[in-house]
Every structure is written in structure tokens, then in C-alpha cells.
């Protein structure tokens, strides 16, 4: 028997509505991942790649269509169903939104201590993860205390700590420097793939999208192949 | 197209999955953090500690408030019932005056009773004292001479200021005030002027009744003070003198006269109504026995009436505190509304987002409560202390105000008329814990309700704005 995709996204229409008028933003988009594959999605700005990423992660609702993320349809899902299944997602944004009150360390440590792990257990995963972006002299540090592109990789290690089955990342290199973007962005991708995590990356950057195995163009409130490349 | 979705719990995705235990841990980890911190998102200066000290800084008056009152009611009772009403009384009945019914024998066969630990016989009546050209009303208390070693309550609550408590031969113990408004002291010479009861009013004053109103030659025993006494509790000893019973059979012919009775714990009714009943089949038509509740009735209610009062009126200021944590709470809601948004975007329940914020809310509660208890219990220990003190400093800036040149009188905050001299020390432990626990769960609640709005926040509105 083998496994659901990681991700579906199936004919999703999202409207926003106001007094003034009706903004038709995804109109049919479809999308569908395997796992450990790689995504980035471009178009410009005001298009809908943060409305789509906002739907698939649980955060706003569609309007018809379908979302499964590891076969399960995000759209049936109850408000305190949605909690649990916000844990098997990993969310980076440009803005790192970390808690300022938690060190570096802590706040990796937070979506597993979220999902009930043990603390000990949280601590060895944090340590082996904040290792992994290079940080681990910084681990107690807190967020002021780190610079933009640090501040991301500790954002990309909390997105990785809970073994999500999917990565959602949402512009992970809009606020920083091309040196730093460039590092963000090689860690984003080499740890997705060395852990098999499928990622799905809105960005405006091109080299970023490049590394993606697919390349996706959101136009229309659809989304286009634009480019593909064999995974390695 | 694609295969049919796995059930909920299968995939792992059934709420409450998190392991309860390790969930606490972080909820209460969280609330540590609203609670202390403040580096947030938009930089505000947050956290509720300013909602712990507004809470410490109401309880303070309001313990304070509940230990001095309650000393101040013990103590003003404790010497209405060792001095004045005692734990029970038996009023000789007027009729039995003239039957020559002789209150010492009765009280002889009243102290062998049961439960019985001492019994006064004991005549009381207005009488005129006039020492030099003063002449002040007095209430004269005829009690045996050796009262003070046989009655140990009512040693206890005597302070004798000046010679001794001895009455024998024709001495007699003034309180501290009709001492100060005769102008005598220890050794000094005053006449008691015998006076038909009917003719003085009780709320008589000061007032100087002249020898002429009386009608008559006034009947004059002369006496000597052996003693300046005070029960530190001006407004119920101002005006006695003590005398002994062989000094009123003359100089106070229109006695009441009672059997004052004494018995282990005038605070166990049970036992107080047994001895009562057990004194009245004792004397029958003679006299009547009440005990001191009964007696002081009107008093008691009035210290109670006006306790509630002082009470209901620092309680407002706890309830008031505790909005301050409803707002800190707010604040630090809308403050931490993007982290609850992080949180929530992580998978962190709702439950879990508001069981933290309004756990926040108890512990602010909790520390306002423990350190406003403990400031208040240690201001009210030293209460006798700090009024002094703040009266020096209030008398300090008045003689500054009243200029060098002249002596500005000594104010007293308190009428120390009206109140014990030194308020007395009694934890009013069950109270001070109702308090505390009220202000705890006044402050859980007033955290509950922004709570509740954070817990339904939906991350997207606060994630879309960016830090
Ligand atoms: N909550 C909302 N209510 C109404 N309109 C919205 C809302 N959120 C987004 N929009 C509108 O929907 C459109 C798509 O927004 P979205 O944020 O998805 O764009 P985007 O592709 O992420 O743009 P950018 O590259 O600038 O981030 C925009 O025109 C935006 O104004
Ligand atoms: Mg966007």
C-alpha cells in the first residue's frame, strides 16, 4: 500500500470579499507534490502565493476545491482538529516570527514541545537542528540578540524540529542580503532534501526558485509549470 | 485522482493528541513568560507585573484593615467582658435592696456553681466626686478588695498607672481620666457626695452639679486615691472609681448591686448558657442572669456594624486592583496577540493559549496576594509603631507649619478615646486566607476574558502584519 502524496491542492478557488468589491485571488489552482519533492512558486506581487500558502497551512479556508495534506482534507477539518494538524506542518515566513521571550534554542524546541515531546526529547532534537544551521554557538541566544539571516535559520530549524511532511515557506529570504539569502536558501533546500521533507517556497528571488525541482508560475490564480529539473 | 483520505485519528491528527502532561509543562512555561517578561513584538513594555503590585499595594490597607479592626474588636470586648459586663451578670433585683439580702452571701453560693471560676458581688451608682473646687459625676464600682488576686481577667486588663489597686480602709482607684478632670493624684484627698440616682442623667457630662441643686445637705465620705488605673479603653472605664463594699454601704445607699460571674471561656456558648441557666435556678426572684453578649448587645453590634463597613469599604480597593490585572491582561493580549498568532500557526490549541494567558492572570493574582498579605501583616504587627510614627511626623510638619516660635499641640490621628490605647495584635487568619483566595480567583477571572478573545484569535489577522 503506498502513502498519500504529502501534498494535493486541488481546483482551490479563494474570494475575497468586501463591501466594495470581489477579488477572485486562486481561481482552479491545482498543485500535487510527492515527498521529499521541492517547489517554488513566483508571480507577482498581489497574485495569491501567500493566499495559497495561507490555505494550505491551515490558516484561512478555501472557498471550494480541495486541500489533502498527507491525505487529509484540511477543509473538513474542526477547529481543534486543525491545531493537531497544523503540528505536522513546518511554516518559515519572511519575517521570522519568532518569540522574542524564548532563546534560539527554546523556540526551535516549541512546535515539539507543542506536540507533547518530552523535554529532553525537544532539547537533543533543538540542539541536533540549531547544529544543523550553524548555530549552536548562539543556541541561547535570544532573537534580538541574532542577526536577520540567523534569525531565519532558526526559524528554518523550527520549521524542520516536529518532522512536518511538508514545509511551507513564505518569501524565507525577502528581508535579507543576497549573501544571506544565498545561505538561507542552500540550507532550506539541503535539509528538505537530506531529510525528505517536502517543501513548497513562494519567492520572488529566481536563484531560490532555481533550486527548487519544480518551478512553478502563479498567474491568474493559477499556477503554471515554468520550469523542471530531474531530482538529483 | 487521489487516494480517499485516511481517518482523522489514523494519520495521528485526533485532538488532544499532545501528551497532556508535557503540555502543562509549556502552558505553564508560557504564563511564567506573559507574567515576567516583556521584550514583545511591537516593544511595548509589557507583562503584569505592574498588575502584581497594583494587587500587593490594595491588600496592604486592606490586611492591615482586617488586623487592626479585629484587634481592636477583641480587645475592646475582651475588657468589656473582664471589666465591665463581665462573662455573666446576675442584677439583684431592686426589691431585694431593702430585704437585706446581703450580695455577698448570694455570690458566696454563685462561685461554688459549676463552670464557676470566680463570682463578684459587686454595687455600682453615680455619685459626685469633689476634690478642691471640682466636682466631676462619677460611676462608682464597689467590688471586693482583693478583686485583683481573685480575679485574674480583670487583673490582666487593669494598668495602674500610679500607687496600687488598693482599695481596703477608705481608698479609692480613679480611671486615668476622672484623675486628670478631679486634678488629683496618688495620696490626695476628694469626697464622695452621695447623690439620688434619679438626678443625674447618664449621659451627664462634665457636668458640674452644684452642691445647692440637690436639695438638702449633700451626705459627704471622705476617701483618698490609693491608685490611677486604665483598661487602655477610655470610652468604657472614663468614668469609674473603684471603692470597696464597705466604703459604698456608706457613701452609695442607691446602689444597683449584680453578681459579677466568671467562668473558664467566656467564648464557649454552650458552656456560658449552662452556668447561665445553672445561676438563675440558683437564684430565682432575686435577680435576673444575662450573659455578656446579652448585656453589650448594642455595643457588639455596632463594633460588628462598623467592621463590615471598614472591611466593605477596602474590599472595593481589592476589587478595583483586580481590574488592573483585567487590563494588564488585555494588554498583554493585544501586546502578545502576534506570538498567541506564531503559536497558534505551530498547532498550539486554543485551550492551551488560554488556559496560559489566564494562568498568567492567577499567578499575578497569586503574588499580589502572598506579597500584599505579607506587607500588610508586618505593617500591622508594628501598628502601634507606625501610628506613632506617622503622628510624630504629622505633629513634625505641623510645628513647621505653626512656625518656630510657637508649640504646635501633638496630633493624634486616632482618638485614642474612641480606640484601645495599643491596638492589640489577633491574626484574623480565616479572613486574610478568604482575601487572599478572593483575590486569586478575581484575578484568574479578570485574566479569563481577554483570554478567551486571544484563545479565538485567528492567526492569519495577526500574522499578516509583520514585525
Ligand atoms: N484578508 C484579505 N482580504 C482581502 N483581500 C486580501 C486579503 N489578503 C490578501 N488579499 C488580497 O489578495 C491578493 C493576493 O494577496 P497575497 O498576499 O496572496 O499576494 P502575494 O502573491 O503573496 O503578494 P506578495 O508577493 O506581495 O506577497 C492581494 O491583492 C491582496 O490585496
Ligand atoms: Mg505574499
Given at each position: 500500500m503506498s502513502s498519500p502524496p504529502p501534498l494535493v491542492v486541488d481546483q482551490v478557488w479563494k474570494t475575497y470579499r468586501s463591501e466594495a468589491e470581489e477579488l477572485a485571488v486562486l481561481r482552479g489552482t491545482s498543485l500535487r507534490l510527492g515527498a521529499g519533492e521541492s517547489a517554488a512558486v513566483t508571480g507577482a506581487s498581489g497574485s495569491g502565493k501567500s493566499t495559497l500558502l495561507n490555505l494550505i497551512g491551515g490558516l484561512d479556508q478555501v472557498d471550494s476545491g480541495s486541500i489533502l495534506v498527507g491525505g487529509v482534507d484540511v477543509a473538513t477539518l474542526p477547529e481543534r482538529a486543525l491545531a493537531a494538524f497544523r503540528r505536522r506542518l513546518g511554516l518559515v515566513f519572511q519575517f521570522h516570527h519568532l518569540l522574542r521571550d524564548f532563546t534560539a534554542s527554546e523556540n526551535v524546541q516549541l512546535p515539539l514541545l507543542i506536540g507533547g515531546a518530552h523535554r529532553h526529547a525537544a532539547g537533543t532534537r533543538a540542539a541536533e537542528l540549531i547544529a544543523a544551521v550553524g548555530l549552536t554557538p548562539h543556541a541561547s541566544r535570544y532573537p534580538h540578540q541574532l542577526s536577520g539571516g540567523e534569525r531565519q535559520r532558526v526559524a528554518i530549524a523550527r520549521a524542520l524540529a516536529a518532522h512536518p511532511e511538508v514545509v511551507l515557506a513564505d518569501e524565507p529570504t525577502g528581508n535579507l542580503d543576497e549573501r544571506n539569502a544565498g545561505e538561507v536558501g542552500d540550507m532550506l533546500f539541503g535539509l528538505a532534501e537530506q531529510r525528505g521533507v517536502t517543501l513548497l517556497v513562494v519567492t520572488h528571488d529566481r536563484s531560490l526558485a532555481a533550486r527548487a525541482q519544480l518551478h512553478l508560475h502563479l498567474e491568474h490564480g493559477q499556477l503554471h509549470v515554468a520550469g523542471e529539473r530531474s531530482p538529483p | 485522482m487521489t487516494a480517499p483520505a485516511p481517518t482523522l485519528a489514523a494519520r495521528g491528527y485526533a485532538p488532544g493528541a499532545p501528551r497532556r502532561r508535557e503540555l502543562?509543562?509549556?502552558?505553564?512555561?508560557?504564563?511564567?513568560?506573559?507574567?515576567?517578561?516583556?521584550?514583545?513584538?511591537?516593544?511595548?513594555?509589557?507583562?503584569?507585573?505592574?498588575?502584581?503590585?497594583?494587587?500587593?499595594?490594595?491588600?496592604?490597607?486592606?490586611?492591615?484593615?482586617?488586623?487592626?479592626?479585629?484587634?481592636?474588636?477583641?480587645?475592646?470586648?475582651?475588657?468589656?467582658?473582664?471589666?465591665?459586663?463581665?462573662?455573666?451578670?446576675?442584677?439583684?433585683?431592686?426589691?431585694?435592696?431593702?430585704?437585706?439580702?446581703?450580695?455577698?452571701?448570694?455570690?458566696?453560693?454563685?462561685?461554688?456553681?459549676?463552670?464557676?471560676?470566680?463570682?463578684?458581688?459587686?454595687?455600682?451608682?453615680?455619685?459626685?466626686?469633689?476634690?478642691?473646687?471640682?466636682?466631676?459625676?462619677?460611676?462608682?464600682?464597689?467590688?471586693?478588695?482583693?478583686?485583683?488576686?481573685?480575679?485574674?481577667?480583670?487583673?490582666?486588663?487593669?494598668?495602674?498607672?500610679?500607687?496600687?489597686?488598693?482599695?481596703?480602709?477608705?481608698?479609692?482607684?480613679?480611671?486615668?481620666?476622672?484623675?486628670?478632670?478631679?486634678?488629683?493624684?496618688?495620696?490626695?484627698?476628694?469626697?464622695?457626695?452621695?447623690?439620688?440616682?434619679?438626678?443625674?442623667?447618664?449621659?451627664?457630662?462634665?457636668?458640674?452639679?452644684?452642691?445647692?441643686?440637690?436639695?438638702?445637705?449633700?451626705?459627704?465620705?471622705?476617701?483618698?486615691?490609693?491608685?490611677?488605673?486604665?483598661?487602655?479603653?477610655?470610652?468604657?472605664?472614663?468614668?469609674?472609681?473603684?471603692?470597696?463594699?464597705?466604703?459604698?454601704?456608706?457613701?452609695?445607699?442607691?446602689?444597683?448591686?449584680?453578681?459579677?460571674?466568671?467562668?473558664?471561656?467566656?467564648?464557649?456558648?454552650?458552656?456560658?448558657?449552662?452556668?447561665?441557666?445553672?445561676?438563675?435556678?440558683?437564684?430565682?426572684?432575686?435577680?435576673?442572669?444575662?450573659?455578656?453578649?446579652?448585656?453589650?448587645?448594642?455595643?457588639?453590634?455596632?463594633?460588628?456594624?462598623?467592621?463590615?463597613?471598614?472591611?466593605?469599604?477596602?474590599?472595593?480597593?481589592?476589587?478595583?486592583?483586580?481590574?488592573?490585572?483585567?487590563?494588564?491582561?488585555?494588554?498583554?493580549?493585544?501586546?502578545?496577540?502576534?506570538?498567541?498568532?506564531?503559536?497558534?500557526?505551530?498547532?498550539?490549541?486554543?485551550?492551551?493559549?488560554?488556559?496560559?494567558?489566564?494562568?498568567?492572570?492567577?499567578?499575578?493574582?497569586?503574588?499580589?496576594?502572598?506579597?500584599?498579605?505579607?506587607?500588610?501583616?508586618?505593617?500591622?504587627?508594628?501598628?502601634?509603631?507606625?501610628?506613632?510614627?506617622?503622628?510624630?511626623?504629622?505633629?513634625?510638619?505641623?510645628?513647621?507649619?505653626?512656625g518656630a516660635g510657637q508649640a504646635a499641640e501633638p496630633i493624634a490621628l486616632i482618638d485614642r478615646s474612641f480606640y484601645l490605647e495599643s491596638i492589640p495584635f489577633t491574626l484574623p487568619a480565616e479572613q486574610v486566607a478568604v482575601v487572599a483566595a478572593a483575590t486569586v480567583a478575581l484575578a484568574t477571572l479578570a485574566a479569563a476574558i481577554p483570554a478567551l478573545a486571544a484563545a479565538r484569535l485567528r492567526p492569519l489577522a495577526a500574522l499578516a502584519r509583520t514585525a
Open positions: - | 502543562a509543562r509549556l502552558v505553564l512555561a508560557l504564563a511564567w513568560r506573559f507574567l515576567l517578561r516583556r521584550r514583545t513584538v511591537s516593544g511595548v513594555r509589557s507583562g503584569l507585573r505592574g498588575a502584581v503590585l497594583g494587587i500587593a499595594l490594595s491588600l496592604v490597607p486592606l490586611t492591615v484593615v482586617m488586623v487592626v479592626a479585629n484587634g481592636l474588636i477583641d480587645g475592646i470586648v475582651d475588657r468589656y467582658l473582664e471589666l465591665g459586663s463581665y462573662h455573666a451578670q446576675v442584677a439583684i433585683a431592686d426589691s431585694q435592696l431593702a430585704s437585706g439580702a446581703s450580695v455577698e452571701v448570694v455570690a458566696g453560693f454563685v462561685a461554688a456553681l459549676p463552670g464557676v471560676e470566680v463570682a463578684i458581688p459587686e454595687r455600682r451608682g453615680s455619685t459626685l466626686l469633689a476634690a478642691g473646687g471640682r466636682r466631676v459625676v462619677a460611676e462608682l464600682r464597689a467590688v471586693p478588695v482583693d478583686l485583683p488576686q481573685t480575679d485574674r481577667g480583670f487583673a490582666a486588663m487593669v494598668e495602674v498607672h500610679g500607687g496600687s489597686f488598693d482599695l481596703t480602709g477608705n481608698g479609692v482607684v480613679l480611671s486615668a481620666e476622672l484623675a486628670r478632670q478631679l486634678s488629683v493624684a496618688v495620696g490626695d484627698q476628694l469626697h464622695l457626695v452621695a447623690v439620688p440616682s434619679n438626678l443625674i442623667a447618664p449621659v451627664a457630662g462634665d457636668a458640674e452639679l452644684g452642691a445647692a441643686r440637690l436639695g438638702g445637705p449633700p451626705r459627704l465620705t471622705a476617701v483618698r486615691v490609693q491608685g490611677v488605673f486604665s483598661s487602655g479603653y477610655q470610652e468604657l472605664d472614663r468614668r469609674w472609681a473603684f471603692v470597696s463594699l464597705a466604703t459604698a454601704a456608706r457613701a452609695l445607699p442607691a446602689g444597683r448591686e449584680l453578681i459579677g460571674i466568671k467562668v473558664g471561656d467566656p467564648h464557649d456558648p454552650a458552656a456560658l448558657a449552662a452556668v447561665v441557666a445553672e445561676a438563675q435556678r440558683l437564684v430565682g426572684q432575686l435577680g435576673r442572669v444575662r450573659d455578656w453578649k446579652v448585656l453589650e448587645a448594642a455595643s457588639l453590634r455596632s463594633f460588628e456594624s462598623s467592621r463590615a463597613l471598614l472591611l466593605f469599604v477596602v474590599a472595593m480597593i481589592v476589587v478595583i486592583a483586580t481590574v488592573n490585572v483585567a487590563s494588564a491582561t488585555v494588554s498583554v493580549s493585544l501586546t502578545r496577540r502576534q506570538e498567541v498568532a506564531y503559536l497558534k500557526a505551530m498547532g498550539l490549541p486554543p485551550a492551551a493559549v488560554f488556559a496560559s494567558l489566564t494562568l498568567a492572570g492567577t499567578l499575578a493574582g497569586a503574588a499580589g496576594a502572598i506579597l500584599g498579605v505579607a506587607v500588610g501583616l508586618a505593617a500591622a504587627v508594628n501598628i502601634n509603631e507606625a501610628l506613632a510614627l506617622v503622628e510624630r511626623g504629622v505633629s513634625w510638619v505641623a510645628q513647621l507649619v505653626a
